[in-house]
Structures are given as structure tokens and as C-alpha cells.
């Protein structure tokens, strides 16, 4: 595992599905404490289908990426996934709701996401001529 990650997996066992042709909508919650006022949800980086790619959350000079995965481990295989942008973040609400869809499974399905605390070297250098 990289240096200042944080690392999680999700595993989901078998879901009651009505249909194949249906899906599952997991719903990830990135929001800051609004009560801070240096943090805020910074940016997130949508793809050309209109899905969630990473956001960044930054507080001074420390930023948080969190990297969505294309990619999913479904009853074994390596399929496609999307991660819709459920709720967007305003300027009051520090708040995002990021829907990933997974698609009908038998057994389970495997989320591996990745989120990264860097350095905002784009502050640095802003500051850094400041004085």
C-alpha cells in the first residue's frame, strides 16, 4: 500500500435481485465539517459519460484524492462500473453523494477504491511567492 493512504475494500455477498437486468446503487457520503472553515470539498473531476473520476478535499496545504474505480470484481470477473454524482456540493453544503452502480451479481462484488492525503503543491508555490 502507498505512503499516507487510506485503504479500504468493499465486499458485497449475494443481493436479492428481482431481475438480471437489474442493479445496486452503493451510495459513498464525502462531506467536510462546514464548522472548519480552511476545508472544503475542492473539485471533482467528472469523464466524458458524466462519471465520477476522483474529488479532492483540502484543508491548508493537505489535500485528500479519493479515486473512484472503473473497475469491479463481480462474481469473479472484471466488469465496468459507474459512479454517478447523486448529490453535488454547493458552496453552503459541503456535501457529495457519489452513487456507484454495480450490476446484477450471483455471488458478491468487490469495490477496491483509493484515496490518497497529498501535499497541495499548487498552494505552496502560490505562498511561497507571497513573501
Not at 37 to 60: G, P, T
Not at 97 to 109: E, L
Amino acid at each position: 500500500m502507498d505512503k499516507n493512504t487510506v485503504k479500504y475494500t468493499i465486499t458485497l455477498d449475494s443481493y436479492p435481485f428481482a431481475s438480471i437486468l437489474n442493479s445496486l446503487q452503493l451510495n459513498v457520503n464525502a462531506s467536510i465539517d462546514i464548522a472548519d472553515s480552511k476545508c472544503k470539498l475542492n473539485s471533482i473531476k467528472l469523464n466524458e459519460d458524466n462519471c465520477v473520476e476522483w474529488i479532492k478535499l483540502r484543508s491548508d496545504d493537505k489535500s485528500i484524492f479519493g479515486k473512484f474505480i472503473q473497475h469491479a470484481l463481480v462474481d469473479y470477473r472484471s466488469i465496468n462500473i459507474q459512479n454517478k454524482l447523486v448529490v453535488e456540493p454547493t458552496i453552503e453544503n459541503q456535501h457529495a453523494v457519489i452513487g456507484i452502480q454495480i450490476p446484477y451479481y450471483y455471488k458478491n462484488a468487490v469495490l477496491d477504491p483509493d484515496f490518497s492525503v497529498l501535499i497541495d503543491v499548487d498552494d505552496l508555490s502560490k505562498n511561497k511567492g507571497s513573501s
